[in-house]
């Protein structure tokens, strides 16, 4: 008896053990047949991509063997690599929340403008292959990267990027406003020109800071207050601010200049926000200005909204 209960048993183990072991084959198999590797074309104007058949079976073997690939001169001689051969990579660091960070030397910050961001989304896009990669983000020289206003770059997807700069699109968003007597919302529907030189978060921010263009809309963040890094990640938003956003503006309610924010990034079609978080240089304060709590993560709220525009 025992022997027949223990067949049916280990039959089941074996089948589920090939199972498994059958289904992990599988998606090596995709991700490697599917594979390709970035590269920037003549004119420096878009992205370009060739096939690559990927060997490596680990996380650290994957993210090595591309960025390997990435420096080795492409089959097209009309590409171009992204990673010159002067600049090195002086470590990688992969964490279990899918985040990778790779810290370049500070040959580094030669690359500027058009040519470093069409780099930059080569390797992202790259890398971002990989299906344990979530994230990845850069420092040169152990400092987080920057871009040419100061402001750190953060994490970033494959998601941030377009493939090209002739390619340039109008972005439809709604930004929200003070009305006249500061305790309400106005939506303002605009089409922001996007280049993929930055995250539409980012340029849907700058845009409130930098205040309405229509009669009738009142801004709601303070002068001199800066953006210092702005991330999405798993739906949440993290907007972080230097300590001029703690300042009010006459006649504009507390919760006003937070949902003006909340409310303009929530929105954002195509993001998946779901909430944002606000932190000043880098913290989380637990009071805005006097008495509202801020350390809280913010959902959109329509109530306060009174009228399209």
């Known amino acids: 008896m025992r022997k027949i209960i223990r067949l049916p048993i280990l039959l089941l183990i074996v089948l589920l053990l090939t199972g498994c072991s059958g289904k992990k084959e599988m998606q090596q198999t995709q991700e490697s047949s599917g594979t390709k590797i970035y590269y920037i074309d003549s004119k420096t104007s878009k992205i370009v991509s060739e096939d690559y058949n990927l060997e490596a079976t680990t996380i650290v073997g994957k993210i090595?063997?591309?960025?390997?690939?990435?420096r080795k001169p492409p089959e097209n001689m009309l590409y171009k690599n992204a990673l010159?051969?002067?600049?090195?990579?002086?470590?990688?660091t992969f964490t279990e929340d899918g985040r990778l960070t790779i810290n370049f030397d500070t040959n580094y910050s030669s690359l500027n403008g058009i040519p470093e961001v069409l780099g930059r989304a080569t390797i992202v896009k790259t890398l971002c292959q990989i299906s344990e990669v979530e994230y990845i983000e850069f420092y040169v020289n152990d400092q987080p990267l920057m871009d040419s206003n100061g402001v750190v770059i953060g994490l970033m997807t494959e998601?941030?990027?377009?493939?090209?700069?002739e390619s340039?699109?109008?972005?439809q968003a709604?930004?929200?406003?003070?009305?006249?007597?500061?305790?309400?919302?106005?939506?303002y529907v605009t089409n922001i020109y996007y280049t993929g030189t930055g995250t539409i978060e980012e340029l849907v921010i700058k845009q409130l800071i930098n205040g309405p263009t229509e009669i009738g809309m009142f801004p709601t963040i303070p002068e001199g207050t800066t953006l210092l890094n702005v991330t999405t990640k798993e739906g949440i938003c993290y907007v972080d601010f230097n300590e001029k956003f703690l300042e009010k503006i006459p006649e504009i309610k507390d919760e006003i200049a937070i949902y003006s924010v909340v409310n303009s990034l929530v929105d954002l079609p195509n993001r998946n926000i779901s909430k944002v978080q606000f932190l000043?240089?880098?913290?989380?304060?637990?009071?805005?200005?006097?008495?509202?709590?801020?350390?809280?993560f913010f959902e959109r709220n329509l109530s306060l909204i009174e009228s399209s525009k």
Request: charged share 35%; hydrophobic share 30%.
């Open 168 to 171: 340039e699109t109008n972005y």
């Open 159 to 165: 998601d941030d990027f377009i493939d090209s700069i």
């Open 64 to 70: 090595n063997e591309l960025l390997e690939a990435l």
């Open 84 to 92: 010159p051969e002067e600049i090195s990579i002086k470590k990688t």
């Open 174 to 187: 709604s930004l929200y406003f003070a009305n006249r007597e500061g305790d309400g919302l106005i939506e």
């Open 280 to 296: 000043i240089n880098g913290k989380v304060e637990p009071t805005y200005r006097e008495s509202f709590p801020f350390n809280e």
